[in-house]
């Protein structure tokens, strides 16, 4: 069975929408909903994890023993970091990175210790890229910095924990992330006027995101295999 792990409460909601799912005819587990379906003729399971890394962590290793899962692939939304991309666009993270696990006024902000690579050398129709995941969202331009400076391409809360998690269990991970917001310059406002702007951006791009990666790039995303790669 495939896993499908969606993080934000509001992005679920979307996903329920998009398949005519009422959240009263979801099952319930110590993390979140869950319900079962079929697509593209595979017996699929979809479910939230929460947001932040203890949640998401937890709720993969619970599906993964719970279903038996042979695959897992997250979808959701990001901030964007490297500005050559825009929001909405769609991104199949190569490289996955924990970058709150260090402590960076000593040591590198990313070590391989905390890196999962995924091999997409066969997709060339694809963006990919890095993906930063850190407990604490970017939302201040100092973050926002140091991740550009560090050749982030994107950046969430979940995703290179999830595939920490499934690699460990040798389980196949992909992630299929749609920019959702840009961080903005709080010195041009104030720190809370930037953070409500960023918010509401975030807010409105949510379904139309999930609707993108559902409509066309959930096939790609379950009928093909992707293995880990050496860094």
């Keep these: ?3 499908i792990s969606i993080a934000a409460k509001k992005e679920w909601e979307a996903v329920l929408d998009k398949y005519n799912m009422s959240l009263d005819k979801c ?5 979140g909903e869950y319900f079962k379906t079929n697509i ?3 017996d699929v399971i979809l479910y939230r994890c929460g947001v932040r890394k203890m949640n998401c962590s937890a709720a993969t290793q619970y599906m993964i023993d719970h279903f038996n899962l ?3 692939i997250v979808a959701g939304t990001c901030a964007g970091i490297d500005d050559k991309y825009n929001n909405l666009d769609i991104i199949f ?3 996955l990175v924990q970058y709150d696990c260090t402590v960076k006024e000593t040591e590198p902000l990313i070590k391989d210790s905390f890196t999962i690579t995924i091999d997409m050398s066969n ?3 694809i963006r990919t890229g ?3 995941t850190a407990d604490k969202p970017v939302v201040m331009w100092k973050d926002y910095v140091e991740l550009k400076d560090n050749n982030i391409t994107i950046a969430d809360t979940e995703s290179a924990a999830i595939a920490y998690i499934c690699k460990a269990n040798n389980v196949e991970c992909v992630v299929i992330k749609g920019i959702s917001d840009f961080p903005t310059n709080e ?5 809370e006027e930037s953070h409500e702007n960023q918010l509401n951006v975030f807010l409105t791009n949510i379904p139309i995101v999930m609707n993108d990666i559902i409509d066309n790039y959930l096939e790609f995303a379950i009928k093909n295999h992707f293995d880990y790669s050496e860094l």
Excluded: A, L, S
Excluded at 27 to 31: A, I, K, S
Excluded at 187 to 191: G, R, V
């Design 27 to 31: 099952e319930t587990y110590p993390f």
């Design 70 to 72: 042979n695959k897992i």
């Design 130 to 132: 890095t993906i930063g």
């Design 123 to 125: 997709y060339n129709d």
């Design 1 to 3: 069975m495939i896993g």
């Design 187 to 191: 010195q041009e406002t104030t720190k």
């Design 93 to 95: 993270p190569n490289k």
């Design 40 to 42: 593209y003729g595979e």
